[in-house]
């Protein structure tokens, strides 16, 4: 593999940039691995990067039944933060966004981690106490955040109206170190190291079966032939439950078309990442200059990807509202993702009834921040057979215990 | 240089000049324009720079598809970015600006990053920045980030001064698109009797046949258009609609169309944009083609452009892009742009054709007319820096090394063909076909987008089903590069993309790193991203992409057409919901009063309810103290109004109750009150209130304020869904009634003053009863149950007698010095008490038995809904924390949302607990500060002083007390 | 935006008018079931990629609770019913089978 550096650019710009090499390379399956990947998405990707990376374990394939990276890793609004209220959701994604800070240099591979800052609104005497209780929990948990007042927001955020006639800006949950990161570059970031170790990225190569005796998981059917395994992992968001169906058991999961949107681009106006809850938006700034806004979720099972309406009005008037300036900008793109909603928000890391298979899935509106944390968490499970401390409390059998990690008193809707 | 003709101009008004500035220099143009006419015809060739490496930027197009030419519009208020000015009408004192330079449009410096483009390739930020990490987040990102975006942002403190507005409509079948084939599906369903909307996104109707002069049935395309048009506004059935674009299609025929109704008369008394939301049975979507680019270097030059835009500049506006125009084309269409150039006098010295042999109609006419044709030949090099001086000619088939001649022209119009506008066609999941004769992506009509009953319900017409009135032309050649084997140097300098600067070169690097799916492509080197989203690039960049591949153009497909079809005003989509009225607003009977008491607003959902009534010169939080003190002291009065209010009724009620409710309710005796629990079907606790049998088989269930709508929806559901044979229904009441609590030990004095035709005392009607009759005359439901700890009456009014009501209590509560109280004395009062209080003690994450309510779920009952959920293994576990009161020692106030920290840690590093505080306040009647808080086995721990976190960020020490810290007997309330 | 038919009321209306319920036909297990039954009641769904019976309500409209028969692929409306219905009418199922010959069935 090429190291990629200044120097190398400014090698190829002397012949061309003739000499780059292929970012992944594309080869046909072999008959069978060590690990098999569903999923060739941020999850899936990261999780065959650290078997590699910590466990090892190289004899990988990774399957992509589109394009890697084209499911939720490239269609989210690419928000990293760790301020969460539960222990075990504050420790998954706190692991993630610290693995975000030094994933550029892990990968070489820039995947523009801009730790801008994050903040989320309180407009009601509710979401107040909600988001300092959620301050309390983070000193504990080793995550930073400060509840700041309406005066500091208006100065990270001079573009917000802090005095709407609805919901006045009582403060915000701040944590300064989360941010964006581009989406697509952490996908090829990963698709690049995982291929440089020798792992096989599959594109174009759809899981159509799943083959098991005893209990076990022996080989996946797909479009390009069966490919066995000793240990199979599902990581595929919104079509777990697909996925689920062919191995034969059921997941708590129904999958929803989450919306968002861009708009044209602008000089810069908002150097920061702004979530409101409770009028059900949020907007950050991309490096290109456009305003990057993600609306709510529909409520009925949909696996279209195509835009609707009436969430991007609900959330645009929410944002006009706090953000006046924006009437006069224009729209420019809208599109949805099928996101993948649990019993209790929250996401799934865990054994299946299958012995040698395991899932990773259940994000809901919110995976992205989570990539390398989740990668991390499921390649110890896969490798051990048993999860570590940062996997343990998402057991897909936690429903039927009803150890719910509920994050909905401080998280809002939002991601 | 372009300029204005002497004569002709369909569109445009010469008696009425119109004056207006781009930059700050005074320009004239005439009534009927587009800004971009005016300009060229102003001889402003240069109009912004470009994205990546700040080129220099003209107009390309003449529509919609417009990538270059964007301003920044109007002043103020109404500044506004990214204007495209070929679809920005032109009005007098208009005042554009162009973006992306510093310090002007004709010196750049960011113009350096062009100098530089060989050490910016596609996605060259990937791979450089990376170390060292500190300078990636101090330098390179704030860099990258301060040389984002396009046009300027408005003004952090702009309040729009236009507004907007939206309207529902409802037809059989919408057409999108006034050109002949719309023109034409819109006349026939308005024959068959159908509701028909005909919109067209420009001013005037006819598309490209106007243009073109060409004959529709017989009769000249100007005169058929006009006749049509008056023909179908005369029609009942039908709505015209100009300046009006079919923005995005989607499911079952939901369709928006945005109307720019005055954005050329700023400050008139209008909307400024109108978006129709349209249900249509069928979309008809005559949205013509767009014409291709061709890929040569130098194409980017200010004064290349599309060969179809300089007809159009020259036909509609008496405008032409130079003196000297070439044109360099692959088909015959484009030979109408120098018959029309020559027959205005512009010199046209050759049409390059990169055809082997030019053998149509089309180009014997220009022939014919002494227009030099050249066969077999490209364009190897356009000539110039800010507008093009010359072009450099080669053998089409070559890679470009031999020049043959170098033509001197001021202008260049380029034809690589066209292709269907299929945006509508797609958005709601239209599939494409690839046209092999034609070269072209069309509709493919047994993939259509599919409605609710499953029939397609999109159909494309005309150009925009790749339908093309060509008799007598000769074949096109595909052509996606030129020369057909250009070298790297060529290829490097041919952009695909002018706005984000995409070459061809980037896409065949991407193609060579592996980024070779379609959507890779674009992601990885941002064709087609900018805000014309690929109209003009998309398919160049897919050609060169699959040729790059080795496959073919269909196997490489293209990327997602999302809406809107152009970008349209985010303050449209906001539409009139804006302001205090962005969202519903629900109001109690008093809040006109609540209003002129200067209340401090709270809002719960869509109600607000006052928090406290400060007055001059007091805080919220000695107004609080002030309510409270008062209430504990004398009497107050709380408007609880928007407390649910929701009737249960019929022979099963009883029972129905019971499942609802954790404890038992079917036993309660007419005349009672009960406070009850609601749970969710895992145990967790959803919602509290006090429930009355009002009489044998009917039960009034108060619900929280921001329960009412959810717990009514549960209570539907289970009697519609599951127990539909039982005898019962429901009726949510919460708005029919006012509802105002008299609190205090001179509550029943005040309503005694008012009169009662009942009882008031003790002994008749005793806490936890309810009587109905008259209070001052009106009719009235009362409830002795409190939420403070005090003689209360809570007294339900018929909601059109709530403000009279409330003031006969404020007039006969004078003497006791009443007063109105807000939710915070509320619930610091309930807190004194140690009633919990949904949402704060409970957070979806509590069972009743967290918050010592085991006496609330009967043991007696078979099932209630939740039961089922209590009985799994973590619900019953004794680790579970629980619900006491808390006291610091010192008398401070815990924070929000304090825990108690234990020693040692967790295995991923977070401190242990063993508790949190769930409420937290200064109590003003016991002068300290009181918690409750869920506690590690808290209530066998009373006594015990444990640590929280304290606001310093140390700890600080609280006492495990009983949660009920006023009046633990109920001497007060129960009087 | 889905265009919804009530048929309760018989009023078609926009999407908007109408709340999500989730899957239809799932049993209740109250105190007493296994486990797994009332993981499978609660949480365990079918998530289908295709045909998916569901429950809505008209609750801007009529107020009633009704079940439909909608594919999660395309957004067709099979056909919607009454939600005292303990399984999809025949015909709504033979219409399906038409449409979408592959399908299982609803079990």
Redesign the interface.
């Known amino acids: 593999m090429t190291r990629?550096?200044?120097f190398?650019?400014?090698r190829?710009?002397?012949r061309?940039?003739t000499g780059?090499?292929?970012?992944?390379?594309?080869p046909e399956p072999k008959a069978h691995y060590d690990v098999v990947i569903v999923g060739a998405g941020g999850h899936g990707l990261a999780t065959a990067y650290y078997l590699g990376k910590n466990f090892g374990i190289t004899n990988v394939a990774i399957i992509e039944k589109?394009?890697?990276?084209?499911g939720n890793t490239?269609r989210n609004t690419t928000i990293i933060r760790s301020n969460y209220l539960q222990?075990?959701s504050?420790?998954i994604y706190e692991k993630a966004r610290s693995l975000y800070?030094?994933m550029?240099?892990d990968l070489?591979?820039?995947?523009?981690f801009?730790?801008r800052g994050v903040m989320m609104l309180a407009?009601?005497?509710?979401e107040?106490?909600?988001y300092?209780?959620?301050?309390?929990?983070n000193?504990?948990?080793?995550v930073e955040t400060r509840f700041i007042g309406p005066a500091e927001v208006k100065r990270l955020v001079?573009?917000m109206n802090i005095e709407g006639?609805?919901?006045p800006v009582l403060g915000a949950l701040w944590q300064a170190r989360g941010g964006t990161a581009?989406h697509?570059?952490v996908a090829?970031?990963y698709a690049r190291a995982c291929s440089a170790m020798g792992m096989h990225v599959i594109?174009n190569c759809e899981v159509i079966g799943v083959e098991s005796v005893g209990g076990q998981v022996s080989a996946v059917a797909t479009t390009k032939g069966t490919i066995g395994c000793n240990k199979l992992g599902i990581v595929v968001a919104g079509h777990s439950g697909h996925l689920a169906n062919m191995a034969g058991f059921r997941l708590p999961i129904e999958s929803v078309a989450l919306q968002a949107m861009v708009?044209?681009?602008?000089?810069?106006?908002m150097d920061v990442v702004v979530m409101a809850n409770?009028?059900h938006g949020y907007m950050s700034?991309?490096?290109?200059?456009e305003m990057v806004i993600g609306g709510g979720a529909d409520h009925f099972n949909n696996y279209?990807q195509?835009?609707?309406?009436q969430h991007?009005?609900e959330t645009?008037?929410?944002?006009?509202?706090t953000f006046?300036?924006?009437?006069?900008?224009?729209?420019?793109?809208?599109?949805g993702g099928i996101v993948d909603m649990t019993g209790d928000r929250s996401p799934i890391i865990s054994k299946t009834p299958l012995g040698n298979t395991f899932i990773n899935c259940g994000w809901g509106t919110g995976g992205f921040k989570a990539i390398p944390g989740s990668g991390w968490a499921m390649a110890e499970l896969i490798a051990k057979g048993e999860p570590g401390?940062?996997a343990r409390d998402f057991s897909m059998f936690r429903f039927?215990?009803?150890?719910?990690i509920?994050e909905?008193?401080a998280a809002g809707v939002a991601h | 240089m372009s300029h204005r003709l002497g004569t002709g101009g369909r569109l445009i008004d010469r008696a009425r000049p119109m004056d207006f500035t781009f930059n700050g220099k005074s320009m004239r143009g005439y009534a009927g324009d587009s800004l971009g006419a005016a300009l060229l015809g102003a001889g402003q060739v240069l109009v912004g720079r470009s994205?990546k490496y700040h080129r220099p930027r003209g107009i390309v197009a003449s529509g919609a598809e417009e990538p270059n030419a964007l301003v920044g519009l109007g002043e103020g208020q109404?500044?506004?970015?990214?204007q495209r000015v070929t679809t920005t009408e032109l009005f007098s004192g208009l005042k554009a600006v162009s973006q992306n330079h510093w310090p002007s449009l004709e010196f750049d410096v960011g113009a350096v990053n062009a100098k530089l483009w060989?050490?910016f390739?596609a996605g060259?930020?990937?791979?450089?920045?990376?170390?060292p990490?500190p300078l990636?987040?101090h330098v390179y990102?704030p860099i990258?980030?301060?040389s984002?975006?396009?046009?300027?942002?408005?003004?952090?403190?702009?309040?729009?001064a236009d507004r907007y507005e939206q309207l529902y409509a409802y037809c059989d079948v919408i057409v999108a698109g006034g050109g002949v084939a719309g023109l034409k599906a819109a006349r026939q369903a308005a024959d068959e009797g159908k509701r028909v909307i005909l919109t067209e996104q420009n001013p005037h109707f006819g598309g490209r046949a106007v243009v073109d002069g060409i004959e529709v049935e017989g009769q000249a395309a100007e005169d058929w258009v006009k006749a049509q048009v008056a023909a179908l506004q005369a029609m009942p059935n039908v709505t015209v609609l100009d300046r009006t674009m079919v923005s995005?299609v989607?499911?079952?025929?939901?369709v928006?169309a945005y109307q720019r109704v005055a954005d050329h008369t700023p400050g008139a008394e209008k909307p400024r944009h109108r978006l129709w939301?349209v249900?249509a049975g069928q979309v008809i979507s005559a949205t013509g083609a767009i014409e291709r680019p061709l890929s040569f270097a130098g194409n980017d030059i200010p004064g290349v452009m599309l060969a179809s835009a300089i007809r159009d500049f020259v036909v509609n506006y008496a405008v032409s892009p130079g003196k000297k125009v070439a044109i360099v084309t692959n088909n015959d269409d484009a030979y109408r742009t120098a018959l029309a150039l020559h027959a205005v006098g512009v010199t046209v010295p050759a049409v390059i054709d990169a055809r082997k042999e030019v053998t149509g109609d089309l180009p014997a006419k220009a022939r014919a007319a002494g227009i030099r044709v050249i066969e077999d030949c490209a364009v190897r090099y356009v000539e110039g820096g800010k507008s093009v001086t010359g072009v450099q000619l080669c053998r089409f088939n070559s890679d470009g090394g031999a020049v043959i001649e170098t033509l001197a022209c001021d202008a260049l119009g380029m034809s690589g063909g066209w292709s269907p506008v299929v945006h509508l066609w797609s958005?709601?999941?239209g599939k494409l076909t690839w046209d092999e004769g034609r070269a072209l992506f069309r509709p493919d009509a047994n993939r259509p987008p599919?409605?609710?009953?499953?029939q397609g319900f999109v159909t494309c017409v005309g150009a925009s089903n790749g339908e093309f009135d060509d008799e007598g032309e000769a074949a096109m050649l595909p052509v996606w590069l030129m020369p057909a084997q250009a070298s790297?140097e060529l290829r490097?300098k041919a952009w695909l993309d002018p706005q984000n600067d995409v070459k061809v070169?980037d896409v065949q690097?991407a193609a060579?790193?592996?980024?070779?799916?379609v959507?890779?492509t674009k992601?990885?080197t941002?064709l087609g991203?900018a805000?014309d989203?690929g109209k003009l690039s998309n398919i160049n960049g897919l050609a060169i992409l699959s040729d790059a591949l080795g496959q073919p153009i269909p196997q490489t497909g293209t990327t997602?057409f999302?809406?809107?079809y152009t970008?349209?005003?985010?303050?449209a989509?906001?539409?009139e919901?804006?302001?205090?009225i962005?969202?519903p607003?629900r109001k109690t009977p008093i809040y006109d009063w609540h209003m002129a008491q200067g209340a401090y607003w709270?809002?719960?959902g869509h109600w607000r309810r006052p928090?406290c009534y400060p007055k001059t010169g007091e805080t919220h939080g000695d107004a609080v103290k002030r309510e409270i003190n008062q209430v504990r002291k004398s009497v107050g009065l709380l408007d609880a109004s928007t407390l649910g209010k929701i009737i249960v009724k019929g022979p099963d009620a009883g029972r129905f109750m019971d499942m609802l409710y954790t404890n038992m309710m079917s036993n309660l005796k007419v005349g009672k009150c009960r406070y009850g629990l609601m749970c969710n079907?895992?145990?967790f606790l959803s919602d509290d209130g006090v429930v009355a049998r009002l009489s044998e088989d009917t039960f009034l269930c108060h619900t929280t304020s921001g329960g009412a709508d959810r717990i009514h929806?549960w209570m539907?559901?289970w009697l519609?869904?599951?127990w539909?044979d039982w005898k019962v229904h429901v009726v949510n009441l919460t708005e029919q009634y006012a509802q105002i609590a008299v609190v205090g030990p001179n509550a029943r004095k005040v309503i005694e003053k008012v009169g009662a035709d009942f009882d008031l005392s003790a002994e008749s009607f005793p806490f936890m009863d309810w009587k109905e009759g008259k209070i001052g005359g009106i009719e009235a439901r009362a409830f002795r149950i409190s939420f403070s700890g005090e003689l209360s009456y809570e007294i339900a009014v018929p909601a059109s007698k709530g403000q009279a009501f409330w003031d006969k209590l404020m007039a006969a509560g004078a003497e006791f010095g009443v007063m109105p109280y807000g939710t915070?004395a509320l619930h610091v009062m309930r807190a004194e008490k140690g009633f919990i209080m949904i949402?704060?003690e409970t957070?979806?994450?509590v069972i009743p038995q967290d918050l010592g309510l085991n006496w609330a779920i009967s043991k007696k009952k078979?099932?209630f809904l939740g039961?089922?959920?209590m009985?799994?293994?973590?619900?019953v576990s004794p680790d579970r924390w629980q619900l006491v009161g808390l006291e610091t020692l010192d008398g401070s106030v815990l924070?929000?949302?304090?825990?108690a920290?234990l020693p040692g840690k967790?295995?991923?590093?977070?401190?242990e607990?063993q508790g949190?505080v769930t409420s937290t306040y200064f109590s003003p009647t016991l002068g300290k500060g009181i918690a409750m808080g869920i506690v590690h086995n808290g209530p066998k721990r009373m006594g015990e002083v444990i640590q929280f976190?304290s606001a310093a960020?140390g700890t600080v020490a609280a006492r495990i007390v009983d949660p009920c810290f006023y009046d633990k007997a109920g001497e007060k309330q129960n009087v | 935006?889905?265009?919804?038919t009530c048929p309760c009321c018989g009023v078609s209306a926009?999407e908007t008018e109408f709340?999500n319920?989730g899957e239809a036909h799932l049993k209740?297990?109250?105190?007493?079931?296994s486990?797994a039954d009332?993981e499978a009641y609660?949480f365990a769904r079918k998530n289908p990629r295709g045909v998916h019976f569901e429950?809505w309500?008209h609750?801007y409209g009529c107020?009633?609770?009704f079940l439909m028969a909608r594919?999660t692929m395309?957004?067709?409306?099979?056909g919607a019913y009454k939600?005292?219905t303990t399984e999809p009418p025949a015909d709504i199922q033979a219409k399906i089978k038409a449409?979408r010959p592959e399908w299982e069935g609803y079990k």
């Open positions: 990629y550096s200044a190398a650019i400014a190829e710009a002397m061309q940039h780059w090499q292929k970012a992944w390379a594309s589109g394009w890697l990276g084209g490239g222990d075990p504050a420790a800070e030094t550029s240099q070489n591979y820039n995947v523009m801009s730790p407009q009601t005497e509710h107040v106490r909600g300092k209780r959620t301050e309390m929990a000193k504990l948990q080793g001079p573009i006639p609805r919901y581009r697509d570059a090829w970031g594109q708009s044209e681009p602008i000089k810069p106006a409770t009028v700034q991309s490096d290109k200059g279209t195509r835009g609707s309406w991007i009005e645009v008037r929410a944002l006009i509202e006046p300036m924006l009437s006069r900008l224009k729209m420019l793109r809208q599109w401390s940062l039927r215990e009803g150890r719910f509920d909905s008193v | 994205f109404r500044f506004e970015p990214n060989r050490f390739p060259f930020y990937y791979k450089t920045f990376i170390s990490r990636w987040k990102e990258i980030r301060r984002a975006g396009l046009g300027k942002a408005p003004d952090a403190e702009t309040r729009d995005g989607y499911d079952h025929g939901y928006l939301r249900r958005h709601c999941g599919l409605g609710h009953d499953g790297y490097a070169s690097l060579k790193e592996g980024y070779a799916s959507e890779h992601r990885y941002t991203m805000t989203q997602t999302r809406p809107p970008p349209i005003s985010i303050g989509i906001g539409g919901a804006r302001g205090g962005f969202q607003l709270e809002p719960v928090y079907e895992n145990g929806g539907e559901d519609q869904c599951e539909w915070e949402g704060d957070d979806g994450t078979e099932d039961k089922r959920g009985e799994r293994e973590a619900m924070p929000d949302g304090a825990l920290p967790n295995d991923n590093g977070q401190q607990t949190r976190q960020g | 935006m889905l265009l919804l926009e709340t319920g209740r297990f109250g105190p007493g079931s486990d009332y609660m429950r309500r609750a107020g009633k609770w594919d395309t957004l067709e409306v099979y939600a005292q449409r």
